[in-house]
């Protein structure tokens, strides 16, 4: 029998959702796919997008509702959850009222942040582990979070590292790879455009500024709601940064010559 639905009101980066389920145990795994910094809160919002996780009928699986509307529906409930973790950074990342999200790797550097902005597969996890491996701080694997001053945030899950470059993938604590997390809100320094390439040759070429905030474009997710506040940001961005743009092979050499490279930029400023 199908218990009456449980819920929890929530808020991350300024944006309200509420997580309903049927039963307390589809609730606590559905806790664990929330976007990182999430708190749990006592408020509900008249304009808080509801996520609701069902059993079906006959045991025949699980179905995950927003708004309503059916989004995905299958016998396992891995890939379901996988979806709400998906799509609630998506719909946090929308909406966040002060800040940008955008594809990117991110680490930081003795008080700077290096950006590696990408879409999935480019090898921003690996090449991201292999930084904090060499000394970087952990920042993000996955998300740059900008501020109106164009500072970057923490956003910093588990990295989720790609077995063989294919498609499955393992979470990894930054404590695992001798790491540890930033706290604090570090201006860019550097914004590397770069993908693995068998046999590549690393061969930085400069980017201009105004080149960088048309590439980042492609990769911000609320651009297609708030294109001039999205555009206005990375420029801001900007100011602090310079852009290269090149292949990189292995990910262990392209993170010690990009931490090298970040030395000489600040003795050179």
């Known amino acids: ?3 009456n639905p449980r819920s929890l009101n929530c808020i991350s980066f300024g944006v309200s959702f509420q997580l ?37 009928r006959g045991d025949a699986g699980y179905r995950l ?11 396992t409930l891995q890939p379901i959850l996988d979806k709400l973790s998906c799509d609630l950074i998506v719909h946090v990342a929308n909406f966040a009222p002060d800040l940008l999200f955008v594809h990117a790797g991110v680490v ?66 930054v404590a695992l790879l001798g790491g540890a997390e930033g706290t604090e809100p ?12 068998e046999s590549g040759h690393w061969n930085p070429e400069p980017v201009s500024a105004g080149l960088a905030v048309l590439e980042m474009l492609q990769h911000s997710i609320p651009v297609q709601r708030t294109p001039a506040r999205v555009m206005a940001m990375l420029a ?10 090149t292949e990189r092979g292995e990910a262990r ?17």
């Not at 976007?35 to 006592?42: L, M």
């Not at 801001?236 to 743009?245: D, K, S």
């Not at 050499?253 to 400023?269: F, K, Q, T, Y």
Request: aromatic letters at 6%; hydrophobic letters at 45%.
């Open 20 to 56: 309903m389920a049927d039963s307390d145990v589809l609730l606590t795994a559905m806790q664990k796919f929330m976007p990182v910094g999430t708190q749990v809160s006592t408020v509900t919002s008249r304009d808080a997008r509801n996520f609701t996780l069902r059993c079906m």
């Open 108 to 173: 930081g550097w003795q008080g700077q942040a290096l950006l590696l902005p990408g879409a999935s597969f480019a090898g921003k996890t690996t090449l991201v582990a292999e930084l904090v491996r060499a000394g970087a701080t952990y920042y993000s694997d996955e998300y740059a979070v900008l501020d109106e001053c164009g500072h970057v945030h923490p956003y910093a899950r588990d990295l989720q590292m790609r077995e063989h470059r294919g498609a499955t993938q393992s979470s990894v604590g």
């Open 1 to 3: 029998m199908t218990r």
């Open 236 to 245: 801001r961005m900007m100011e602090t940064a310079t852009a290269v743009r």
């Open 65 to 75: 509702d927003v708004d309503g509307d059916v989004v995905v529906e299958g016998s």
């Open 253 to 269: 050499e392209a993170a010690n010559l990009l931490l090298d490279a970040m030395i000489i930029g600040e003795v050179s400023r």
């Open 186 to 197: 570090l201006a860019v320094s550097r914004v590397v455009f770069t993908e693995f390439v």
